[in-house]
């Protein structure tokens, strides 16, 4: 849905602000090699980001004054121009993005002050802190590049950027190796899901290409998509599978190769879990909050591609689908505190692909919205836990932390509730819609996948819950040196976690249903809606208020019953769980142990890989071959051709260069007159 | 045959043997003779040319020849005076600091 | 008659010069050799109407340069050469035939390409002929030939003399 647009140069500065801020801690440690004091450190970074919010409330305010399906450009330059292709530096603000960018800056900015406080100790040691805040505005820039890009280049630029920065900030303690090699996994699953969507970026041009109507911007596309939308593929014959696919079905499922690597669906997400080793505030806001739903954002933006592109959707939806469920089984069995909200991550995520597929992109946005807010607040509510325990991470060690951090268990058990769905908080509103949209919907086995959800959401509830009450209730299992130290974190750190609390409670106003609101008296409710329909094509699901109110009181209903038993199970301590666990035997190991899939992956592909590369490539080829023949062999060719053989021309005597001046002679004669 | 065309098939014997003289021998008096041996036949091929053409521009180019042959001698030689004083040896293959 | 002339002398000539390549021992009668080659040539000089040249082959090539070849042999007092075996004997070998082949392919190139001997004019290679050649198109070369005849008089002096400390 295209509509009026109008230039201004006030979005450049959204992701300019982060960027610069960047480049200057970046000179100054890399090149100058000085740090700045704390103060600076801190006026600077948060002073940018917090900027860049405010900014995109002007961006945001100024978008409302426009009609619908309105946007804001903010056209640089043209970066790339070959032929009749152009792909400009330009950005855009209309309702998708504009959504994207208040939760990018807005949480972004809360997590920056929470860094402060958080990070402290890093202060002390030689440029962390400045180093960690650089990487931390250089992410917010690349993140707002992927947001505001008004084509699928700058785009993938953002896209490639936030990818590096998570590869920088999760190993960012990077002396212990183990962080270093988290680091590297992210990256290079990563890359794997880059590989899908380059080839989808490809696919997409060249047909464009050859209708005539080359251009990789989303409003262009959107124009010129109907022209193709029909058109086949046909594949090479070795490729396993069908030969002939509808390219808008072939190109949506590349594209969400990308999305599965970037936003840690099946079978990309291995890196997420092991991401938890980054600082706290990391998680937070990239793999909870921002990062991990560039996918969800991507898929929303190639709405018009998904539209018609029904069977890309479904596997889309299939996949969140399962890997929500998937992921929520690991959780119940996890005891780091934050492995346990990582696989919820992964879950949650599952359910935003969920509603995508089911093409229900503005319940997708909406969940992506509320699941920031609560899982941002999880994130750093564990991490103010983590440093009143003094870095310990296990729950089995904890316990009792309620009497001591009275207030950080209280915001906890918000966030809690919200992801669990507890109406009125905002997780309640954002996962019905997600649940109705699935039931509702066309695809293949609609109901199974209500089904899968409807018990992914009775799996959180209860995994939250085991969460919170093994930390916070019970007798305290910490050794008696750290249980005295136990104590509630400065204001910087609360302060985050306040807001956020406000927001997840809260938040659910903005997506209020029809169900409900027509009965109190509103027409059109959803502001949310209301916002986002001009610019995604989305059908209105026609459930009957009927049905929507049984799905709201089963959802709640089993919302609660996983919360009781949680409680039953986990807030006294008792050795229930224990003989459970005992009982289950196998089934219990295989999900604690996230059913081997890092083992599976390691031997089948990262081992072999390993051997290929350093036996055979490195090995052979490289240092044998090329180094070898080529390199080192040329030169002993010379050498010995030069040493054994063209020695001899030089003896020294006279009539051995007689010699050769009488061959040479013959040479030239045979060859001007023979 | 004519005469002067029998005069260069000669003169190309001469200068085989002129040749392989300088190749084989090893005394430098006698590789010097030969290179002159090898000059003569030369001076024979233009006098022979000369008559055929019934140019004398042949034999102006002898009288050059001889020259040059006279200026070589005398300078060969007084290398060969000086060799001989540092190495008591006329045998060229002890003459070879060049060699590898 | 001339050509049984010319056989005579071309066999002498070849003669002189195989003994002198061939000689081993001796290098006094490769030095004389020699001088039968090059008096041999000179007669062949003659027949070829070069008069002048011929004359100046003997008094100038037999008579100088060959006299300079046998004072040095004296004067370096050399009697027999006796050399052990030769280190080069395969570059020689293949020398050798180099040598061989070479002219070989020389009459190759000039056979069948020579024109057949043309009529001479009056006078052909005498002195008067050759002079008035030399000192009018050839005057350049002329002279400098004598500077190279002077260079090469310094540089034998300064060869050859001893040093003075």
């Known amino acids: 849905m295209v509509g009026v647009t109008e230039e201004t140069a006030l979005l450049r500065w959204i992701p300019l602000l982060p960027l610069l801020t960047a480049a200057v801690h970046g000179v100054m440690l890399g090149v100058l090699r000085r740090s700045l004091p704390r103060e600076g450190v801190i006026a600077l970074s948060c002073g940018s980001v917090i900027l860049s919010f405010v900014l995109s409330l002007v961006a945001f305010f100024r978008l409302l004054g426009l009609p619908e399906g309105g946007a804001l450009v903010d056209d640089l330059y043209t970066w790339i121009g070959a032929g009749h292709f152009a792909a400009e530096m330009g950005l855009r603000v209309d309702a998708l993005s504009a959504v994207m960018i208040l939760v990018v800056t807005g949480v972004g900015s809360l997590i920056h002050v929470y860094s402060i406080g958080y990070m402290d100790e890093d202060h002390r040691e030689d440029r962390g802190f400045q180093r960690f805040f650089c990487y931390l505005n250089l992410f917010t820039f690349s993140m707002l590049m992927l947001v505001l890009g008004e084509n699928l280049v700058v785009l993938f630029l953002g896209w490639e950027g936030v990818g590096l920065c998570s590869y920088l900030l999760i190993g960012f303690w990077y002396a212990d190796r183990f962080n270093a090699y988290c680091g590297a996994k992210a990256f290079i699953v990563n890359r794997v899901g880059d590989f899908g969507f380059l080839l989808g970026i490809f696919l997409l041009f060249r047909a464009l290409l050859e209708a005539g109507t080359p251009t990789l911007s989303f409003a262009g596309m959107e124009a010129a998509f109907g022209a193709i939308a029909e058109q086949t593929v046909q594949l090479p014959a070795w490729i396993p599978g069908p030969s002939e696919w509808r390219l808008p079905t072939l190109i949506g499922l590349c594209l969400f190769i990308g999305a599965c690597g970037k936003s840690a669906q099946i079978p990309l997400y291995v890196w997420l879990p092991d991401a938890m080793a980054g600082p706290t505030p990391v998680s937070a806001l990239i793999h909870a909050a921002t990062m991990v739903t560039a996918g969800v954002y991507m898929v929303c933006r190639m709405d018009f591609l998904y539209a018609a592109a029904p069977g890309a959707s479904a596997t889309v939806a299939w996949i969140g689908g399962a890997t929500a469920l998937f992921a929520a089984t690991i959780a119940i069995a996890q005891t780091d505190i934050k492995k346990v909200l990582a696989y919820s991550t992964v879950s949650q995520l599952g359910y935003m692909f969920l509603a995508a597929g089911s093409g229900a992109y503005t319940a997708a946005m909406f969940h992506l919205g509320t699941h920031a807010f609560f899982k941002a607040l999880l994130f750093l509510g564990s991490g103010s836990v983590i440093l009143a325990c003094h870095h310990e991470q296990d729950i089995r060690k904890m316990g009792g932390l309620k009497e001591r951090i009275p207030r950080t268990e209280r915001l906890f058990w918000i966030g809690v509730l919200a992801i669990s769905g507890i109406p009125p908080l905002a997780g309640f509103f954002s996962k019905d819609q997600i649940l109705a949209a699935a039931f509702a919907s066309h695809l293949p086995g609609h109901l199974v996948l209500y089904g899968m959800g409807l018990f992914t959401a009775a799996l959180t509830a209860f995994y939250m819950g085991r969460l919170h009450y093994l930390t916070f209730h019970g007798e305290c299992r910490l050794d008696p040196a750290q249980r005295d130290h136990v104590h509630e974190r400065g204001p910087t750190i609360r302060v985050a976690l306040y807001v956020l609390a406000f927001f997840s409670a809260t938040a659910g106003l903005f997506g209020f249903p029809e169900a409900l609101g027509v009965p109190l008296g509103v027409e059109h409710p959803h502001s949310l809606w209301n916002f986002l329909a001009p610019v995604l094509s989305e059908e209105r699901h026609h459930l009957d208020h009927a049905t929507e109110y049984g799905m709201m009181a089963a959802a709640v209903g089993i919302a609660v019953g996983g919360l009781l038993l949680a409680r039953a199970l986990y807030r006294e301590p008792s050795d229930l769980p224990a003989r459970i666990a005992e009982r289950a035997g196998a089934l219990y190991r295989l999900i604690r142990d996230k059913y081997y899939v890092d083992e599976i992956y390691d031997a089948v592909i990262v081992r072999p890989l390993v051997f290929v590369s350093d036996r055979v490539l490195y090995r052979q080829v490289d240092a044998g071959l090329i180094d070898g023949l080529g390199v080192n062999g040329t030169a002993r060719a010379v050498r010995l051709a030069a040493a054994h053989v063209l020695r001899h021309a030089h003896s020294g005597l006279a009539q051995g260069y007689l010699f050769f001046l009488v061959v040479g002679t013959l040479v030239i004669l045979g060859y001007l007159v023979g | ?100 | 008659m001339i050509q049984v002339l010319f056989s005579l002398f071309a066999l002498l000539a070849v003669i002189g010069a195989l003994a002198m390549v061939l000689n081993v021992r001796n290098t006094i009668a490769a030095a004389l050799s020699l001088v039968v080659t090059m008096i041999s040539l000179g007669g062949i000089f003659v027949l070829l109407e070069a008069h002048l040249v011929a004359v100046i082959q003997i008094m100038v090539y037999a008579g100088a340069i060959v006299v300079v070849f046998l004072f040095v042999v004296m004067l370096l007092n050399l009697r027999r050469d006796v050399f052990g075996p030769s280190g080069q004997r395969l570059t020689k070998a293949l020398g050798a035939v180099a040598g061989v082949w070479l002219v070989y392919r020389l009459l190759v190139l000039l056979e069948g390409r020579l024109p057949a001997t043309q009529p001479l004019p009056d006078g052909f290679g005498g002195y008067r002929d050759v002079g008035m050649a030399l000192f009018t198109d050839f005057l350049l070369p002329f002279e400098v030939t004598s500077l190279l005849l002077l260079a090469a008089i310094v540089g034998a002096i300064v060869l050859a003399k001893r040093r003075l400390d």
């Open chain 2, 1 to 100: 045959m004519d005469l002067a065309h029998q005069a260069v098939l000669l003169s190309g014997v001469l200068f085989a043997i002129g040749t392989v003289g300088a190749l084989v021998r090893r005394n430098i008096i006698v590789i010097l003779m030969s290179i002159e041996l090898m000059l003569n036949a030369v001076n024979l091929a233009f006098v022979a040319f000369s008559r055929i053409w019934a140019h004398v521009d042949g034999q102006i180019f002898v009288l050059m020849v001889i020259v040059v042959a006279a200026a070589e001698v005398a300078v060969g030689l007084g290398i060969v005076i000086a060799l001989f004083r540092n190495r008591e040896s006329i045998n060229v293959e002890d003459a070879s600091l060049l060699k590898w």
